[in-house]
Structure formats: structure tokens, C-alpha cells
């Protein structure tokens, strides 16, 4: 357990700056380190390994059966999201055949939820992306819509096996372009 505290959950760190990258067309590209990220059982070092440094280094999942990583995003009306993580795997990676782990999104507090599914029990090499997927969200531009902040995570809840081996680098928002709605004609 972390020193300063007694509670098992790690909570965001509001603090750590977040990478904004530019890409084309004058869209972005975020990066969350994972000590930005709320992590269940991420404060017990019996289940999570959390990096020392703020940015730069993974998160290290030892073992839980319990996986819910979670945050949070200020997103723009009208602006459409790609949400994923950045994760790898262990050569002792367990727990992962047979069971999938969800990435799941909703704008405001009140939203539904979208989700994409990725099985990682196929073993696989580097770091990769998840979901295997595009999950993406848009912020309606409703002049009346007043939250527009995204929840997003990474969750393998349903299983009840214990899984390890998994490493987070990131969480990534990515801006994409909206494709604007097909043209009617009238005739």
C-alpha cells in the first residue's frame, strides 16, 4: 500500500500534465499517463505496480480479477473522439484466454455508454493499441447540451479471473475529423 494513504484505489492525479500532440488538419492527439487515470486496486502494490515518475513509465498489472481503469476528458461540442489505450504485454502474462476486456465511452454523466471489445489472449509483441477497434464518440452540438466532459476506461469485470501481466502506457484521445451528414436533394 501507498504510505500516504489507506484506500486501496489509486485516484487521478489532476496534476500530471497530459501530452497534447498535433497531428493533420489541425486535430490533436492526447496522451494520458497512467498516474492521470483512476486505477481500482492501483494504490495495494499486492496488484498494480504504478511507475515512481509521473509520465514515461507503464503502469504494471500484477494481478487482479477486478480490471477498471478509468478517466476523464473535457471534450468540444461538435468534436469527435477516438478513445483507446496503449498496453503490452508480459512474456508471464495470465488470465486472458477466454475473457475479454471492454474500453467503453459516454459524453456527460447522464450518457450511454459506447464499447468495443479485444480479446488478448492471442499472445502478442510490443505495445499495441485497444480496442483492437475504433471506439468513437461525439460531443453533440446541441446549444442545450451543458455536459460535455467524456468518461472513457478499460474494464474486465465479468470474468472473475485473475489476470496479470498487462502493461498501461497510456490513455489516448485522439480528435478526428466529422464527416458531415450526405446531402438531400429535393425534387
Known amino acids: 500500500?501507498?504510505?500516504?494513504?489507506?484506500?486501496?484505489?489509486?485516484?487521478?492525479?489532476?496534476?500530471?500534465?497530459?501530452?497534447?500532440?498535433?497531428?493533420?488538419?489541425?486535430?490533436?492527439?492526447?496522451?494520458?499517463?497512467?498516474?492521470?487515470?483512476?486505477?481500482?486496486?492501483?494504490?495495494?502494490?499486492?496488484?498494480?505496480?504504478l511507475p515512481a515518475e509521473p509520465t514515461g513509465s507503464p503502469a504494471e498489472l500484477i494481478?487482479?480479477?477486478?480490471?477498471?481503469?478509468?478517466?476523464?476528458?473535457?471534450?468540444?461540442?461538435?468534436?469527435k473522439y477516438e478513445i483507446g489505450f496503449e498496453v503490452s504485454l508480459t512474456p508471464d502474462a495470465f488470465g486472458w484466454n477466454g475473457c475479454h476486456v471492454y474500453v467503453m465511452a459516454k459524453v456527460g454523466k447522464r450518457g450511454k455508454y459506447s464499447w468495443k471489445r479485444s480479446s488478448l489472449e492471442n499472445p502478442k509483441t510490443g505495445n499495441f493499441q485497444i480496442p483492437l477497434e475504433t471506439l468513437d464518440i461525439k460531443v453533440d452540438d446541441n446549444p442545450n447540451n451543458t455536459d460535455t466532459k467524456i468518461y472513457f476506461g478499460m474494464y474486465e469485470v465479468w470474468s472473475g479471473k485473475w489476470k496479470g501481466g498487462l502493461k498501461i502506457y497510456n490513455a489516448i484521445i485522439k480528435e478526428v475529423p466529422v464527416t458531415p451528414p450526405p446531402a438531400t436533394t429535393s425534387s
Open 1 to 49: 500500500m501507498a504510505a500516504s494513504t489507506n484506500k486501496p484505489h489509486w485516484d487521478a492525479n489532476t496534476n500530471v500534465p497530459e501530452q497534447k500532440i498535433p497531428t493533420e488538419n489541425g486535430l490533436f492527439t492526447i496522451k494520458y499517463p497512467p498516474k492521470k487515470l483512476n486505477i481500482i486496486w492501483g494504490n495495494d502494490s499486492r496488484y498494480w505496480r
Open 63 to 79: 494481478q487482479v480479477s477486478w480490471l477498471e481503469v478509468t478517466g476523464t476528458f473535457d471534450g468540444a461540442k461538435g468534436k
